[in-house]
Structures are given as structure tokens and as C-alpha cells.
């Protein structure tokens, strides 16, 4: 850039070179670029939150297994005698047998993951009142007149049903102190046994409300266990039968989905990796499933 005295020598002129200045605002947006490219690199990415498969997700994976295995079958028997493996095992009639005996421990296996269903909505409906019950049984406890003990004694059982600490922590303290929540299925029918027990030694806990009353309470807590008993055989007969499902698909050689991909193999053997026959069922897809 030069700068030029008019002719007259009163006004100052500047000469600007429009080719330096267009190579310097170049250079300042290559830079410009790099830099934001390299931070861009440097950047974490966000982490992607997986979310948890559950029991439907794994059913589901077993039945395309199935769905999958009986296409292989009716491609097979479109290619008649020229599928003739030496493997006994993966036979038209081996797989035909294999599948239906799939088929049937996944419906097995889904009617018992419903019956469980069944006795867990069961137990939830006799669970679902007891806070808000307890909570009126020690209403009608402190108005009947009870000794103050006696409904300390009862509060301090409703508490636990609560999950609520009985002994405040002092925030100022480092002890590691033990979790207070008492509230699973069979800790909650104790408490609310224990809060009967308190009630039964109690005469004048006598309420005129039948759902108050020793008797529907006594009821009350027998429907409690028997709701949660039903739940685990329930489970454990569900859970047995995943056992002897997923042994039938996933086991080593003689199991469903190896079977499958020694049929592919041997459809790649018997007519070529790049023949029509091994395209149809190289896109069938067989996976372990353990759940």
C-alpha cells in the first residue's frame, strides 16, 4: 500500500494493492479453517446412551431365528435332489423336525413368561394400598385412644413400610451408614405382620371400618404372601423353561442356529459362493440369543 501526494499538495492519496490484500485475507481464512478443524478433532463425542434389551427384545430374536429357518426349508426343497448333504443333521426332513421343536419351546416358554405376568399384576394389586392403609390404621390407632407408646411402636412399623429412616443422620458425621429402604415384597409383609402383632396387643384398637378391622387386615396380609409365593414358582418355572430354550438354539454343533449355518455351508459347497442358491440363504440371518 503506498500513499501519494496530489498534484496541488493539499490531499493525500493512498494507492491500495488489491492483489496483496486479496493473498493476506486468504491466508487469514485458510487459517481460520484449520483452526476449527482441529478443534473439531480434539472433541469428544457425546456418549450414546444404550438402552436396556428386554424380555420381549429376546423373544423376538428367537422367532426371526424360526422365521428365518423355515424360508431356508422351503428353499431347499425348491432346489430337490441336488441339495443332498452328507450331514444327516441338516436333512429337509432334520430341519423340518428342528424347526417345529423350536417353535414349540418358544411358545412354551412365552406362555409361562405370561403366566408370570399374570401373578405379578396379582401381587401388585394386593401391594399397591398397603402404605396408604397403614397410614389409616395408625389414624384410627392414635384416635382410638392407644397408649403413645403403642402407636410409636405401630408408627415406627409403618416407617419401614415407608422405606423412611428411623434415626436421623447427622449430615456432619463421615460414617458410612447402612440403607434404611426396607421395601421389598417379603420385607413389607413382616413390617405390616409386625404392625398387626401391635395391634392384636392392643384393646382399644377396635375400629367399626371393616377393612380396619384385625380380621381384613389378618386376610389382607395372607392374600400378601400368597400373591408373592404365586410370583416366584412362577418365575422359577419361567426361568427353567428359558434354560432348556436357549440350549435348544444356542448349544455347540448340534444347536439350532449352528445347524442353520452349516446348511449355508453346505449349500456354498454343493453349488458355488457366487451361485444363485447360496445368495437366497446367505442373506438369512441365525443368532445366539442368551436371555
Request: charged share 20%; aromatic share 6%; with cysteine.
Amino acid at each position: 500500500m503506498k500513499t501519494k501526494v496530489s498534484k496541488n499538495g493539499v490531499m493525500p492519496q493512498t494507492e491500495v494493492n488489491f492483489t496483496e490484500l486479496a493473498a493476506q485475507l486468504e491466508a487469514t481464512n485458510q487459517a481460520a479453517q484449520q483452526a476449527l478443524s482441529s478443534a473439531q478433532s480434539t472433541a469428544q463425542p457425546e456418549p450414546q446412551l444404550k438402552q436396556a434389551r428386554t424380555a420381549g427384545y429376546y423373544e423376538s430374536g428367537m422367532a426371526l431365528n424360526i422365521t428365518h429357518g423355515m424360508q431356508v426349508v422351503d428353499y431347499l426343497i425348491t432346489y430337490g435332489a441336488a441339495y443332498n448333504p452328507s450331514n444327516t443333521a441338516i436333512t429337509v426332513a432334520s430341519l423340518q423336525a428342528m424347526n417345529t421343536q423350536g417353535q414349540t419351546l418358544l411358545d412354551a416358554s412365552n406362555v409361562k413368561r405370561q403366566d408370570k405376568k399374570v401373578e405379578v399384576d396379582a401381587r401388585q394389586v394386593a401391594f399397591g394400598d398397603l402404605k396408604p392403609l397403614a397410614t389409616r390404621i395408625i389414624n384410627e390407632l392414635e384416635a382410638s385412644g392407644a397408649p403413645k407408646a403403642t402407636v410409636q411402636n405401630a408408627r415406627h412399623y409403618l416407617n419401614k413400610m415407608r422405606g423412611t429412616r428411623i434415626i436421623k443422620i447427622n449430615p456432619d458425621e463421615p460414617t458410612n451408614h447402612i440403607s434404611a429402604s426396607q421395601t421389598s415384597f417379603t420385607e413389607q409383609i413382616q413390617h405390616f405382620t409386625d404392625l398387626i402383632n401391635v395391634l392384636s396387643g392392643c384393646p382399644e384398637y377396635n375400629p367399626n371400618v371393616d377393612d380396619l378391622k384385625l380380621v381384613a387386615l389378618q386376610q389382607k396380609r395372607d392374600a400378601m404372601i400368597s400373591t408373592n409365593a404365586a410370583v416366584s414358582t412362577k418365575q422359577a418355572v419361567w426361568s427353567t423353561s428359558r434354560i432348556e430354550r436357549n440350549q435348544f438354539f444356542n448349544a455347540p454343533v448340534t444347536g439350532y442356529v449352528e445347524t442353520y449355518l452349516a446348511v449355508k455351508n453346505a449349500v456354498k459347497a454343493i453349488f458355488g459362493a457366487s451361485s444363485p442358491q447360496y445368495q437366497q440363504v446367505s442373506s438369512l440371518t441365525f443368532r445366539r440369543i442368551d436371555a
